[in-house]
């Protein structure tokens, strides 16, 4: 947890408050719903190990993949300031271990530790920047020009043309707005087009 890119740059004493008012790396198993539409939240939640895909079910109850949250990711930090519900589902989507901090503990950090409020900042500016490429991407380009841009964004942020897929091509395409079987399509389609190579989960840009 303390690698968690919300508590850099703090101090060693910083870090030691820190353990006290934490609750520590819970095993939380493949398939576990960490939270829920409705459900009182009111801890922030940081992602030590695995993954968690953070979710909306619609009208029908078709998952549509928001965001996903990798290791050092903080997730519901919106409790932390208010009782409000969430609007979410979070699920592991492989064995996970969790860390988390109260309301009360987190705001009493806060107050002392003005660089936490920095980088809590930072991050939620990010996640807000990552959401509006997401809208993007899925609102107004055709199925495979929206494989075509994720796959270019992530290979901007990794800064490398040979990476691999950070999620299931089922997360994927529901991240993306299209069926799986629409994915595959416009994956060989680029294939096809020689504009990417394609090894299982490992793509190379061309």
């Given at each position: ?14 870090i ?84 988390s ?5 987190f ?12 980088n809590?900042?930072?991050?939620l ?36 043309h ?24 416009q ?6 087009d ?9 793509v190379?840009?061309?």
């Amino acid at each position: 947890m303390q690698g968690a890119p919300i508590f850099q740059g703090l101090a060693d004493a910083d870090i030691a408050e820190l353990v006290t008012i934490s609750v520590h790396q819970q095993t939380v198993k493949k398939g576990t719903i960490l939270y829920s539409p409705a459900a009182p939240l009111d801890r922030m939640i940081i992602v030590d190990q695995g993954r968690v895909k953070v979710y909306q079910l619609n009208e029908n109850g078709k998952e549509k993949v928001l965001y996903m949250l990798q290791p050092g990711a903080i997730d519901s930090e919106a409790a932390l300031f208010s009782d409000r519900p969430q609007a979410n589902y979070a699920e592991a989507v492989e064995d996970t271990l969790v860390c988390s901090i109260g309301r009360a503990d987190f705001q009493g950090l806060l107050h002392r530790v003005p660089t936490v409020a920095f980088n809590l900042l930072n991050i939620l500016g990010d996640r807000l920047t990552a959401l509006e490429s997401v809208s993007a991407l899925t609102g107004n380009l055709t199925a495979k020009n929206r494989v075509l841009a994720y796959l270019q964004q992530l290979g901007q942020e990794k800064q490398t043309h040979e990476f691999d897929l950070p999620i299931r091509k089922k997360e994927l395409a529901s991240f993306l707005g299209i069926t799986p079987e629409t994915l595959s399509r416009q994956l060989s389609q680029l294939v096809a087009d020689g504009l990417l190579q394609l090894d299982g989960k490992h793509v190379s840009l061309i």
